[in-house]
């Protein structure tokens, strides 16, 4: 049985840092790509970054680029989002999800997803 499991979240200042986690279980990540996605009150969830099962490929967008960094420990299972410099429209409940692996790929679409873990929020305020 897949689960996903994200921890990390909080509250943090404007130009401050979290990293967030997303621990897995029923997976090898080195045959599942890893999304993270994230989710306004009264927004669509969006994509904002996604590692491919690989290693070789990850993806973010745009408004994230530069700022946020995904890293995997394959030994504990998880996935890692630093996020730095966040800002006030970065608060968002955050979502991990993985799916099977194809080929050197991952996608920041959220339909693209089979597990979903329950989310973390993050709010930046001062």
């Known amino acids: 049985q897949v689960q996903v499991v994200e921890s990390g979240g909080g509250l943090v200042q404007p130009g401050g840092s979290l990293r967030l986690s997303c621990t897995t279980s029923g997976v090898t990540l080195d045959d599942y790509v890893i999304g993270w996605f994230r989710q306004a009150p009264g927004k669509e969830r969006e994509g904002v970054s996604c590692v491919a099962s690989s290693h070789e490929t990850a993806a973010y967008a745009d408004s994230v680029k530069g700022r946020f960094t995904m890293s995997r420990d394959n030994a504990k299972n998880t996935v890692y989002l630093q996020m730095n410099s966040l800002k006030p429209e970065d608060t968002a409940v955050y979502y991990c999800?993985?799916?099977?692996?194809?080929?050197?790929?991952?996608?920041?679409?959220?339909?693209?997803?089979?597990?979903w873990g329950q989310g973390t929020q993050v709010t930046v305020s001062s």
């Open positions: 999800a993985a799916r099977v692996g194809l080929f050197n790929v991952c996608w920041l679409s959220p339909e693209t997803y089979n597990y």
